[in-house]
C-alpha cells in the first residue's frame, strides 16, 4: 500500500534530499505536489514532512492546519538542533513526530543513525495507514514490470499477470502502459482503447472514479486497460509528477495496478518504481540481459527507490542455454524469483490473436503463469535472503 506525502519546505535541495529519503526505505511512498490535491478527485496526504529549520513560526503554522484538516495524517517535524521548547511546540501543534536534520558535516554514524530511525516512523506510518483502513477494502497492490532489456518479454508478463488477476480475483484490476508512442499492451489483448494515459494525466483535477470508467477500455477478462500514449515524446521528464499522482488515484480505484514500465530509466518509469509494492525485473538468460540487469539493480538502489521491492523474473530459459539460474543469481548477488520457460510457437500464437496466454490454452507457460499469480495474491511467508556477493561471468 503507497503512502502519498507532501513536503513543506522553501529549499529546494532539502525537497530532493527528503524525497528520496522517503522514498528510500522499504515503504512505496508518492510525493506529491501539495498544488495538485483536489479534494474533488483524490484523498489527502498520508504524511507530511514539515521543514522548522528556517521559519519555525511557518512550519508551526502548517503543522496546526494540517492537523486540523487530517486528524488521521502523520506529521513529521525536522529542524536542525532537537530544541526541547520547539519539540514541544511542534508536538503541542499535532507533530507525531520530530527529527534533527544532520548536517554536512554529520558523521556516517549519524546519518545511518537518522535514516534508520527515520525510515522506522515511516513503517509506523505506513501500519497506522493500514491499520484505519482494516475492514473496508483490501490494500490495492502495485506492481511494476521493467525489461532489463528492450525485447526481453516485459510486455507479455505483464500483461498475461493482469488478465490472471483480474480473472482469479475478480477483483478491480488495470494495467498501465507507460512507453510513450510504442507501448503494445491494448495490442496484444486485441482491444483499441479510445483514450491513453496521456487523457488521465492531463486530466487530474476531474480524475475520479466516474471520470475512469470512461478512459480505461474493457477486456472480456474483466481487466481494464489504459493504453500508451500514441507521441513519441510522451509521457516524458516534464510528465512525472502527473504519472505518480495518477498511479495514486488509480490506486484508490483498484484493488490491483499493473504497470508496463518499459525498459528505459526515465523519471516517468522513476515514478512508478516509486508507486510499486513490487518490481519485477525482467531478464533473459543470455549476457547482454544479465549485465543489464545488474546494472539495473544497481540503479534502482542508487535511486533511492527501495531495491528491496525487486524480484528478478528470468524469461524465455530453455535447459540447453549456456546460462543456468544459479549462474545467473550468482552474477546479480539476487535470487530469481520466477522462471518462464521458453515456448516461441505458443507465445507469438496468443500475442497475434491478441488473445493472452490464460485464456487460450492449457500449456507449460499458462501454468507458469498461473502460479506466478496466485503466488501474488497469496504470498507465502518467506525470509528474506542477504544480499549475496556478486561474480561478474566475465562481465563488464
Partial sequence: MQLAAILLSHDEEFRRQAAQLLQGGGVPVGILDPRRIAPESSAGPDLALIDLRHDSAAGLNHIERLRAAHPTLAIFAVASVADPDLILQAMRAGANEFFTWPGADASPQTVLSFDES???????????????????????????????????????????????????????????????????????????????????????????????????????????????????????????????????????????????????????????????????????????????????????????????????????????????????????GYPIHQVFTSDYRTVSTALNSGVPLALTNHSDISSQFDAFTRQIISPSPVTPEPERKRRFLGLR
Fill in 118 to 332: 527515520f525510515h522506522g516512523a515511516v513503517r509506523r506510518a505506513a501500519s497506522r495507514r493500514e491499520a484505519t483502513h482494516a475492514g473496508t477494502r483490501p490494500p490495492s497492490v502495485s506492481l511494476v514490470f521493467f525489461g532489463a532489456k528492450g525485447g526481453a518479454g516485459t510486455t507479455t508478463l505483464s500483461v498475461n499477470c493482469a488478465v490472471e488477476l483480474a480473472r482469479l480475483t475478480k477483483r478491480p484490476a488495470v494495467i498501465v502502459d507507460l512507453k510513450a508512442s510504442l507501448g503494445e499492451v491494448a495490442l496484444f489483448l486485441g482491444v483499441r482503447p479510445r483514450f491513453t494515459v496521456l487523457d488521465g494525466i492531463e486530466n487530474l483535477h476531474r480524475l475520479d472514479r466516474d471520470f475512469l470508467k470512461e478512459l480505461v477500455a474493457k477486456h472480456k477478462s474483466g481487466l481494464d486497460i489504459l493504453g500508451g500514449s500514441e507521441q513519441f515524446d510522451r509521457p516524458g521528464a516534464q510528465d512525472a509528477g502527473a504519472i505518480e499522482e495518477l498511479l495514486r488515484v488509480l490506486a484508490k480505484v483498484y484493488d490491483f495496478v499493473v504497470v508496463d514500465a518499459g525498459n528505459f530509466v526515465n523519471s516517468c518509469a522513476l515514478a512508478a518504481f516509486h508507486a510499486a509494492d513490487t518490481i519485477f525485473l525482467v531478464t533473459n538468460p543470455d549476457v547482454p540481459s544479465i549485465r543489464n540487469a545488474q546494472r539495473m539493480v544497481d540503479r534502482v538502489r542508487q535511486l533511492g527507490a527501495g531495491s528491496e521491492r525487486v524480484r528478478v523474473v528470468l524469461n524465455r530459459f530453455a535447459e540447453h542455454l549456456m546460462i543456468g539460474p544459479k549462474q545467473i543469481e550468482t552474477a546479480l
